[in-house]
């Protein structure tokens, strides 16, 4: 090692000792974790535990102990009714793996639902050796009567630095991303009605239920449909698209928040199994409005014969 390596050496090391003696400043940054979750939407109607935001904090120029968060919720939903009392709102501290896990991961604190401010104290709390990084996830305890709004909507995050409780003198700075979650929207969603479950292509069918968020598609088979919805979303209106082979056909629900929903309630065309599907070239078969034409043919040849007049056409032809 020459001189001067020495001696840079040296300094460095006085310098650190110099600062410890002086109280020098650790550094804490706070960002949202690579892994923070996204907007997600779930199915109101039970109580529901929801890893909403994972927090990182990362510590150096000095070890950093953290003792607390203050939160800051956000969104349309009741941050009082709609969470669990006693541990609506918790903080873990994250195992190393990236994903919540309570059976391993670490409760640091928990509090009831509040606003304007939810204050976590930890125990214990949370020391981050210099040069390292700690993950803190928040999660919600969700009561069933969540999603009444269609949807309630939760957002959480730490609003400044300082909403960061810290031992000594540290200098709390905000990275990117910043510490703030994602969107969750809890959505009371159910179908108790779709009429009529038989009919003709372009066939009205209304389908009566909750949470219908636009937007919307609806597949009857593996066809896709013409649907509206009304201003309570509570009714959707489903113009029936052309059948595919065979039937009954399934009903699938599709709105912006939830994954597809295939319903209990199916559609049979008028002569569905007689018909030929979408792009059935077989021989005889036909259109369902050819169908329908046939059969309205049908009725009315026999209304005539009925009447005795019949007879009156054949001899005209």
């Not at 994903?99 to 939810?118: Q, R, V, Y």
């Not at 698209?241 to 709105?255: A, C, E, K």
Request: glycine share 12%; charged share 10%.
């Amino acid at each position: 090692m020459t001189d001067r390596m020495q001696l840079t050496a040296i300094v460095w090391a006085i310098s650190a000792t110099l600062g410890c003696a002086l109280g020098a400043q650790s550094d804490l940054l706070v960002t949202s974790a690579p892994f923070s979750p996204a907007d997600q939407g779930l199915k109101a109607g039970t109580t529901l535990v929801v890893p909403l935001a994972c927090f990182r904090c990362a510590a150096s120029n000095g070890d950093v102990t953290v003792n607390g968060l203050q939160l800051t919720p956000g969104g349309s939903g009741d941050w009082v009714n709609d969470l669990d009392p006693t541990n609506g709102v918790e903080v873990w501290l994250d195992n190393g793996d990236g994903t919540f896990n309570a059976s391993s991961d670490t409760l640091l604190g928990l509090s009831a639902g509040a606003t304007p401010t939810i204050g976590i104290t930890f125990s214990p709390s949370e020391q981050i050796l210099s040069g390292s990084a700690s993950d803190v996830w928040v999660v919600l305890n969700l009561l069933a009567g969540a999603g009444n709004s269609i949807p309630d909507t939760f957002s959480i995050g730490i609003a400044a630095p300082n909403d960061v409780a810290v031992s000594g003198s540290v200098n709390i700075t905000f990275g990117t991303p910043v510490p703030t979650s994602a969107l969750l929207s809890v959505v009371d969603f159910y179908v108790t009605a779709v009429t009529p479950t038989t009919g003709w292509m372009t066939d009205v069918v209304t389908i009566t239920g909750s949470g219908f968020t636009p937007p919307l598609s609806v597949q009857v088979g593996t066809q896709s449909a013409g649907v509206g919805v009304n201003a309570a979303r509570t009714e959707l209106y489903v113009t029936m698209p052309p059948p595919s082979s065979g039937g009954p056909h399934t009903i699938t629900l599709d709105t912006s928040l939830l994954p597809p929903e295939v319903l209990t309630q199916t559609f049979t065309y008028v002569n569905d199994g007689q018909l030929g599907g979408v792009g059935d070239d077989k021989e005889g078969s036909c259109s369902t409005n050819e169908a329908h034409e046939l059969s309205l043919l049908a009725i009315v040849t026999g209304t005539l014969s009925l009447l005795g007049l019949s007879r009156v056409i054949r001899t005209r032809a």
